[in-house]
């Protein structure tokens, strides 16, 4: 079993549409759950971070971690086909090189 | 530009060749990581520097992989005798103390062994 499963999809959804994306882990040590956005043949794009259980707002975007689950979420509002990428949550332990360990990333697609 | 870059952006090469490739973190970022990332798979860790020292290698790094960080400024990834198992996005990220897991990542080096 690998550490943090995310299913790959791919996903396609109308504009518009609230997209909801989610990843789950295994070791209960990881303290920090980031979501990055990526290109095609680009380096990933760091959406946003989160310590810890909790939500955080960022614009149309919501991130979720619930550490008793083990279970995080982003949700996009209003999906724009500028939104269409791969998103990838990343997980990282506090303290050492804080080295991030990703899931495999679910393709999006928005239609417009 | 101030974000992270590297060099090159692709890379052909015959398998049994060595190739190097540099990144150049984001001025301020005492951190540097390097990671592999091929088809259809997320990112996976293979080194770190804080400055200068390469603190943590993961065992995916084999012996024919060697990388430097000299004056804690820009880092290189050597590949010895490259194998086709070695084509993959070779990329880089930085970060500071202050931002610890804030990792910004630069456009990747594509590698391709034939």
């Known amino acids: 079993q690998k550490e943090v499963e995310q299913d790959p999809g791919p996903l396609s959804v109308p504009e518009g549409a609230i997209v909801s994306l989610n990843c789950t882990y295994s070791n209960s040590a990881f303290q920090y759950f980031m979501w990055y956005r990526q290109y095609s043949r680009k380096g990933p794009e760091l959406l946003m971070y989160t310590y810890s259980s909790g939500n955080k707002e960022d614009g149309r975007f919501t991130a979720q971690v619930d550490k008793s689950s083990k279970y995080i979420s982003l949700f996009i509002r209003d999906s724009q086909p500028s939104d269409s990428a791969t998103y990838l949550c990343a997980m990282s332990f506090q303290g050492g090189s804080e080295k991030l360990v990703f899931g495999k990333g679910m393709k999006l697609t928005v239609n417009p | 530009d101030t974000g992270v870059s590297q060099d090159p952006r692709h890379k052909i090469t015959k398998r049994g060749q060595n190739v190097t490739f540099r990144c150049d973190p984001i001025?301020?970022?005492?951190?540097l990581y390097w990671y592999r990332q091929t088809l259809g798979q997320g990112p996976e860790f293979l080194t770190y520097?804080?400055?200068?020292?390469?603190?943590?290698k993961s065992r995916l790094l084999s012996d024919r992989f060697s990388a430097e960080r000299p004056k804690g400024s820009f880092s290189t990834l050597e590949i010895q005798r490259t194998e086709q198992g070695d084509s993959a996005m070779y990329l880089c990220a930085s970060s500071s103390d202050r931002g610890l897991y804030e990792q910004y990542f630069g456009p990747g080096t594509r590698l391709t062994v034939t």
């Open positions: 001025s301020e970022h005492n951190r």
């Open positions: 520097f804080q400055n200068e020292a390469q603190l943590e």
